[in-house]
């Protein structure tokens, strides 16, 4: 198996970074930090705090994997979202590490023993 080199942005995605990112990706024209939050609480039925979502979000964008502009719409300002290239890349990076994690693990092969 080849070595791979890390990212310039030296980590992997976080699960809750992941989660946001994939839902600035669903929601696309629509990524405003209220929606990117109604997003992630749709697919994951967990209920999630907008304080985190404003962390992440800021996190993202200071790692240059998500681009942010603010947008008057209906004399509301929104701040919308948006993945840079870099983000899109390291999703595609994180889903890749995720599927080499997974791959042959049977989890119901796996004996569970009570210590």
């Known amino acids: 198996m080849s070595k791979r080199q890390p990212r310039d942005s030296d980590s ?15 929601v696309r024209k629509e990524a405003y930090a209220v929606n990117v939050r109604r997003e992630i609480e749709a697919r994951t039925d967990r209920e999630i705090a907008m304080g985190a979502v404003y962390a992440t979000l800021d996190r993202l964008e200071a ?14 300002s929104r701040r919308m ?3 840079t290239t870099e983000g899109i890349a390291a ?10 994690l997974w791959h042959g693990l049977d989890l119901r092969k ?6």
């Open 63 to 76: 790692k240059e994997l998500v681009a942010s502009w603010r947008e008057s719409v209906d004399q509301l």
């Open 91 to 100: 999703l595609a990076e994180t889903r890749n590490m995720r599927d080499r």
């Open 81 to 83: 979202f948006a993945l």
């Open 110 to 115: 796996i004996a569970t023993r009570v210590v």
């Open 12 to 26: 992997p995605l976080g699960s809750f970074e992941e989660h946001v990112m994939l839902a600035i990706a669903r």
